[in-house]
């Protein structure tokens, strides 16, 4: 006879708790452990994800056709022998094996016995990829949330509103286990500005009394131009912290501006739908401590993947260390970040820390022989108080043949219809090409016509790049 799956007796909680310790456990054990005791922590749990991944076509039929066999790797050091793979591999997965993919379980005895739970990420055209999560992986990857939650601020009488919309992303779903598993903190998962209007955001934050936030920086400045916009008094609310993605802000005027606007600290992360929240900043605001008895993070060179040292900007390759469904064995995120040595840190940490995330190199244009990253166009147009902030660079091809070259046009949208465009076009002009080092074409639009491109409001990460040459 067919008997529910209770959920609570899919994880020996016991266990779960002593090998990925939540807050209040997590700074007296794995977060001031030596360089050696992590080291070895994240070598035995390689070594059992190594050989879990070997069950999967993925990584078998890749690992067989580069000359390994079970067994070759013996530890951590071998690492560099697996080549990393990309979302580009992850995509032939699901072609091989529709609809789940050939590097994840989704045999009906699977799905029969285990909890698991279908959750998209990208697929800008077709479907979305789907990773599955089993229970293990959704309370880690809570815990792995709390633990920067916890480092920022957040206690168990907190309201954190949370501003990402629990969908088939995962942002939401992490941080909402996060507080509320794993801190006890109070959600109120109000979604994004398509669920739950701007106005009704800061309506909700005074009536009820909000205390912290997880939200996009992007949606932070939209939330405090919705308060000017409406005579709302944002400095009157109770806000303590805010924990955020700030993104590129090589000389930390994005964040001064929303901490000015808000009044209150904004925190730094950094994560990922496949393996959740990597690093967290800590109050001291000197880079992201790494959860590094979950993650194991290498950074390479983005033109030769040669392996960089500390403080050298290239792509994250990122080893999950807990998650079996499905495994992650060296995948090239291409975010580009850089990591900082091991150390104590003011707030009692000793881990391996990562740099503010940088750009994304798949969003990398060469243009005349110059490196453009769309990203980099964020700190000028967000310091020009006449645009909203929002813009996507458009890439294109002109001519054809032996004179066909790149045409890059950064559409910028005007903060309302007042604005002289022709001027501040010709600024923005001026503004671009001292930052990216090269001429870019400058459009301004008017405000709200990027947000189908850009994805604003609907994804968790905001394109900033469309890509019209293939
Ligand atoms: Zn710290």
């Not at 749990?45 to 076509?57: M, N, T």
């Not at 992303?169 to 109000?190: D, E, K, Q």
């Not at 990253?373 to 700190?379: D, I, R």
Request: glycine fraction near 8%; proline fraction near 4%.
């Amino acid at each position: 006879m067919e008997k529910p799956n209770f959920y609570w007796k899919s994880l020996d909680w016991e266990a779960l708790t002593r090998d990925y310790p939540p807050p209040g456990l997590f700074e007296q054990t794995v977060g001031k452990m030596s360089e050696d005791e992590i080291r070895a922590l994240q070598n035995a749990r390689f070594l059992e994800r190594v050989a879990e991944a070997w069950q999967y076509p993925f990584y078998r039929d890749r690992w067989v056709a580069a000359g390994l066999e079970p067994g070759d790797i013996t530890s951590l050091g071998d690492i560099e022998r697996i080549s990393p793979f990309t979302t580009d591999d992850l995509k032939e997965a699901f072609v091989r094996q529709p609809p789940f993919g050939d590097h994840q379980p989704s045999s009906e005895d699977y799905f029969r016995d285990a909890h698991v739970r279908i959750l998209t990420s990208g697929g800008t055209t077709g479907l979305p990829r789907v990773t599955l999560f089993d229970s293990r992986s959704l309370e880690i990857q809570g815990i792995q949330s709390a633990r920067g939650f916890w480092a920022q601020g957040l206690r168990p009488s907190d309201i954190i509103q949370i501003t990402y919309t629990n969908s088939l992303a995962n942002a939401a779903w992490c941080t909402l286990n996060g507080a509320f598993h794993w801190i006890g903190a109070i959600p109120m998962t109000t979604g994004s500005g398509l669920v739950t209007s701007s106005a009704r955001q800061l309506q909700y934050a005074a009536a009820w009394g909000t205390t912290a936030w997880f939200t996009r920086a992007e949606y932070l400045a939209r939330l405090a131009e919705v308060a000017v916009e409406t005579g709302f008094d944002l400095h009157g609310l109770r806000t303590r912290h805010i924990h955020s993605h700030i993104g590129p802000d090589a000389n930390g005027t994005r964040r001064r501006a929303l901490e000015e606007a808000w009044n209150a600290p904004v925190y730094d992360n950094y994560g990922t739908h496949e393996i959740g929240a990597i690093a967290f900043e800590c109050r001291e605001k000197s880079g992201m401590h790494i959860s590094e008895d979950t993650v194991y993070v290498e950074i390479a060179d983005i033109e030769t993947g040669q392996l960089l040292g500390h403080g050298e900007t290239g792509n994250l390759i990122a080893t999950s260390l807990y998650r079996s469904v499905p495994p992650i064995i060296r995948f090239n995120m291409r975010d580009q970040l850089a990591t900082f040595p091991r150390g104590k840190c003011g707030c009692g940490l000793c881990t391996l820390k990562l740099s503010n995330f940088r750009g994304r190199s798949d969003e990398m244009v060469k243009l005349r022989g110059t490196n453009v990253y769309p990203l980099a166009c964020t700190e000028a147009i967000a310091r020009d108080p006449r645009t909203n902030g929002e813009f996507i660079c458009v890439v294109s091809h002109e001519g054809s043949g032996i004179t066909q070259r790149e045409k890059f046009v950064v559409r910028i949208e005007r903060r309302g219809l007042s604005v002289d465009a022709q001027a501040l076009r010709s600024d923005m002009d001026a503004a671009l090409h001292r930052d990216l080092g090269v001429r870019v074409e400058v459009e301004i639009v008017d405000p709200g016509t990027l947000a189908e491109f850009t994805g604003l409001g609907f994804q968790n990460k905001t394109r900033r790049l469309l890509d019209l040459r293939k």
